[in-house]
């Protein structure tokens, strides 16, 4: 009797415990809302990363838009530099996020603003369109981060 309490009680709390796991799972948002406008390559890095986490480890989606100098990352001449411990770039990751299913888009300031840049987008990066980035951005299913 007693080691049928014990397997019983035992059972409980891996139930339990598993139950815990699921539920803060379930709590999570639907996924990120990132702008990154910063030149600075670890901030787009950390943006980067933390999108990454997002769609891979939670299973959530991923909006980037990009702005001002980190439009350059939309760019197919644009290369960036390796950073540890990941030994992967901004662009690197960019085009990591887009095959993962990332929705990636440049502000619509950019390429007008910008001289011989146009058609030279990374595949998979569309022109943002202001009304949908303002709805994500008011959604509070995403959780909003600006790099």
């Given at each position: 009797?007693?080691?049928f ?26 996924g ?107 959604n ?8």
């Open positions: 009797m007693t080691k309490l014990k397997a019983l009680v035992v059972g409980a709390l891996l139930a339990s415990v598993s139950g815990l796991a699921e539920a803060k799972e379930t709590n999570l948002v639907d990120l809302a990132v702008v990154i406008t910063s030149e600075n390559e670890q901030a787009q890095m950390m943006a980067m990363v933390l999108s990454l986490q997002t769609i891979k480890t939670h299973g959530k989606e991923a909006h980037i838009t990009l702005c001002g100098p980190a439009g350059n990352l939309a760019l197919r001449s644009t290369v960036t530099k390796p950073m540890k411990p990941m030994d992967a770039s901004p662009s690197m990751m960019l085009k990591k996020l887009i095959q993962l299913g990332a929705k990636v888009e440049l502000c619509p300031l950019y390429l007008p603003n910008k001289p011989g840049s146009d058609n030279a987008l990374i595949e998979g990066i569309t022109v943002a369109k202001p009304v949908e980035v303002a709805e994500r951005l008011l509070s299913n995403f959780k909003n981060l600006t790099y």
